[in-house]
Each structure stands twice: as C-alpha cells, then as structure tokens.
Nanobody, 126 residues
C-alpha cells in the first residue's frame, strides 16, 4: 500500500508560479510510475505529467509542455510539480497518483492508477 500526500496548492495570480509536492510513503517498488493529474469543476480528471521511480524518464501531456516540470527527490521520496506562467484555466484540484508498471510502459489514464492523494487546490486569478 502506497500513501500519497500532496501540498503546495493555493491562490496565485495569472503569470505566477507554484510548486506542488507529493510525499510518498509505504511499500514502494522500483517499477512505480508517479503522476500528476488535475480536475477542474465539471470536468474529467486530466493527465498532466509523470515520472518513473528512478526519476530518469518523464513525459507530459502536450498542453503542459514548457510550463510544467515534474521532478523527484529520491532521498526524500517526494515528487514535485513546478508550474510556471500559470493561467486561470489551470485552476483545478491537483492529484498525485502512483502505480506499478511493467516493461517500461508509461501510464497516463486515471483508471490505470490505484493509489491517489487527497488532492490540493490550485486557483489562478486573472
């Protein structure tokens, strides 16, 4: 069982930056993929980005490339999401997710992930 706790959300003006953190604990294996999703009111949960457990490989949703950066501190078992040049449409609850993967496959569908954090609210004002 993996436990995930997000933090770092808040209210920021358009053009600003935020860094979200996801503290990971529990039984973790080297084949875990860590991901960030977001969900705006009335919308489906949307894939943002993911990183493998070693932190070597990352991938992003096309619309997130260039403004968002995922990283991982292996010593702290923490995954970060750096968000720059934020826009009002980035307003959402941001979730951290974890799941084992095999054969190097990257996961990007919410239904593929079995472990979730409670979410952290990000609100971007115009």
């Amino acid at each position: 069982q993996v436990q995930l706790v997000e933090s770092g959300g808040g209210l920021v003006q358009a053009g600003g930056s935020l860094r979200l953190s996801c503290a990971v604990s529990g039984r973790i294996f080297n084949n875990y993929v860590m991901a960030w999703f977001r969900q705006a009111p009335g919308k489906e949960r949307e894939f943002v980005t993911a990183i493998n457990w070693s932190g070597v490989m990352t991938y992003y949703a096309d619309s997130m490339k260039g403004r968002f950066t995922i990283s991982k501190d292996n010593a702290k078992n923490t995954v970060y999401l750096q968000m720059n040049s934020l826009k009002p449409e980035d307003t959402a609850v941001y979730y951290c997710a974890a799941e084992q993967t095999y054969g190097g496959k990257f996961l990007r569908r919410a239904g593929d992930f079995g472990s979730w954090g409670q979410g952290t609210q990000v609100t971007v004002s115009s």
